[in-house]
């Protein structure tokens, strides 16, 4: 399939699969008018490598865990080596940190707005 139907396949823009493709998380062969072309199994990938970017883990993060998951949501154990368990563990880590933040702000924004909403209506 070409770039277009891979974007349109995973709600993908074209730039960033151009992108993932420099970081290596993905590859293309090259048709002879030059147009990139990507095996359909590629949607399943891109929508993993989404996933872990939304999650928060960088693309050289990525780049090292995509040879353990061999299927979507799959992951292949005999793979994992000790440098990945460590680089993941600190990921995990440094998620955690980062959700203790957000609900620590989303309380704070809850709490500001309940006491606006309850100002507003004894006014």
């Known amino acids: 399939m070409r770039i277009g139907e891979l974007s349109a396949r995973t709600g ?8 993932y493709e420099e970081q290596g998380l993905i590859v293309s062969q ?4 030059g147009y990139r ?27 090292q865990i ?3 998951l061999d299927k979507p949501r ?4 005999a793979d994992a080596t000790p440098e990945i368990i460590e680089t993941l563990g600190q990921e ?5 940190r980062r959700i203790d933040t957000l609900t620590r702000n ?18």
């Open 12 to 19: 993908t823009s074209r730039r960033l699969l151009r992108y």
């Open 30 to 33: 090259r048709c002879a008018n």
């Open 37 to 63: 072309s990507y095996d359909d199994r590629l949607a399943d990938r891109v929508l993993q490598i989404r996933g872990l970017l939304d999650a928060g883990l960088p693309t050289r993060v990525i780049k």
């Open 66 to 68: 995509l040879p353990c």
């Open 74 to 77: 799959a992951i292949v154990f």
């Open 92 to 96: 995990l880590d440094r998620m955690d």
């Open 106 to 123: 989303r309380d704070a924004v809850a709490e500001y707005l309940q006491e606006v909403r309850a100002q507003s209506r004894s006014a």
